[in-house]
C-alpha cells in the first residue's frame, strides 16, 4: 500500500469519488490541468511503496539507488495510454539500460461491463496484467493501491508521466506521456549529465488530438456503458471518436 500522510480529503480527489464507475464532464475537465498545488518539478512526491507484476516491490526508499526513474501512470481502459505505449517502448529501448520505466497502473479511465472499475486490488491487478500484456509493455508494471493513494497524490491524471531524481524530486513531468518528444528530451538531458532544457511538456490539449483514434477501440474493448458515458459527458469527443471510427472502417472496405 502507498503511504500517504493524513490530510483532509475534497469531493473530487477523495477516495470514496477516486474508483468512479460512470465518467462525468467534471472529472474530463480536471484531467486537462495541474493546479498550483500539485507536485510539480523541483518538488519531492510522497513516499510510497507499491507491488510489482514481477513480484517485487516499486519503492521510493529505492530510488537513491536506481534514479532516474521515469514513472508513467496509465490503464487499460485509457485512450491516451492507447497512443503513448508505442512511443514509450520507443524510448524504453534507447534509454532503458540506463534509466528503469516502471507504469503505474491507476483507476480505470472508462470503466465498462468488460473492464469495470475494480473493487479490489486483485481485481486491480488482474487489470495490470491486462494492461502489460495488451501494450506488449517491456518494463515493470506497478499496481497503486485500490484507494488509488500515489495517483491522487500526484493529482489524478490518466497518462502523466514523471522523470523523478534520486530524493524523489520531480526533475520533469509529462501532462501526457504521450509527449514522446518532450520525454525523450529530458531523458537525453539526464543520461547526458545536462540541466534539463524544460521541466515539463508544454500545451495540456494538443497531445489529446492524436488519441482521438484510440477512443473507439478503447470503449469498444472496455464493454457496454464505456460508450454511453462518453456521449453524456463529452459529446464532442464522442461525436469525433465515432468519425475516426466510421473513417477506419470505409477505408478498410475500401482497401
Known sequence: ???IAEGPET????????????????LVLRDLYFTKTDPGPG???VDFDLPTLDGGRFRSE???ETAPVLVVFGSYTCPVTESAA???RRLHARFGDRVPFVMVNVREAHPGANVPQPNSIEEKRAHAGLLRDHHDLPFEVAVDDIAGSLHRAM?????????????GSILFRAHWANATRALAAALEDVTEGRPLRQTESR???????PTLRYVSPVLDRAGPGAWRDMWLAVPPMAAAAWLFRLLSISG???G
Do not use: H
Not at 473530487?12 to 467534471?26: M, W
Open 252 to 254: 478498410t472496405e475500401d
Open 43 to 45: 518538488q519531492r512526491i
Open 62 to 64: 529505492d530510488l537513491s
Open 86 to 88: 508505442p512511443g514509450l
Open 155 to 167: 493529482s489524478p491524471k490518466p497518462n502523466s508521466a514523471y522523470l523523478l531524481g534520486s530524493d
Open 11 to 26: 469531493p473530487p480527489t477523495g477516495a470514496s469519488a477516486y474508483r468512479f464507475d460512470r465518467l462525468r464532464l467534471g
Open 203 to 209: 500545451g495540456p490539449t494538443r497531445p489529446i488530438w
Open 1 to 3: 500500500m502507498a503511504r
